[in-house]
């Protein structure tokens, strides 16, 4: 059983930048695709990036590319989220997410990750 837990959201200005950490413990993550999701209030939870088990290959939904970068270090069993000229529509909770199986699958639906985490707010101010 794997805990995942997210760290470094706060409150930010509008063009702002913030990183996310995502910590696993209880099992490797270096044999999982993971991936980042987050939830604003009255909303679904939607795809903000993804990444394969060696960190070779890398998917970003429309809003965040050129603006956030994912990425892992499977010796520190950890995945990061670099957000960088943050707007108020990024205002949400974050949370990382383990796909249950495939190093290679970069899966951008909550139901294809079968571990998560508890979350971590990010607020931007206008």
């Known amino acids: 059983q794997v805990q995942l837990v997210e760290s470094g959201g706060g409150l930010v200005q509008a063009g702002g930048s913030l990183r996310l950490s995502c910590a696993a413990s209880?099992?490797?993550?270096?044999?999982?695709?993971m991936g980042w999701f987050r939830q604003a209030p009255g909303k679904e939870r939607e795809f903000v990036a993804t990444?394969?088990?060696?960190?070779?290959?890398?998917n970003y939904a429309e809003s965040g590319k050129g603006r956030f970068t994912i990425s892992r270090d499977n010796a520190k069993n950890t995945m990061y989220l670099e957000m960088k000229n943050l707007n108020p529509e990024d205002t949400a909770v974050y949370y990382c997410?383990?796909?249950?199986?495939?190093?290679?699958?970069?899966?951008?639906?909550?139901?294809?990750?079968?571990?998560w985490g508890q979350g971590t707010q990010v607020t931007v101010s206008s």
């Open positions: 997410a383990k796909r249950p199986f495939g190093p290679l699958q970069l899966r951008v639906t909550p139901r294809d990750y079968a571990s």
């Open positions: 209880g099992r490797t993550l270096s044999n999982y695709a």
């Open positions: 990444i394969s088990a060696s960190g070779s290959f890398t």
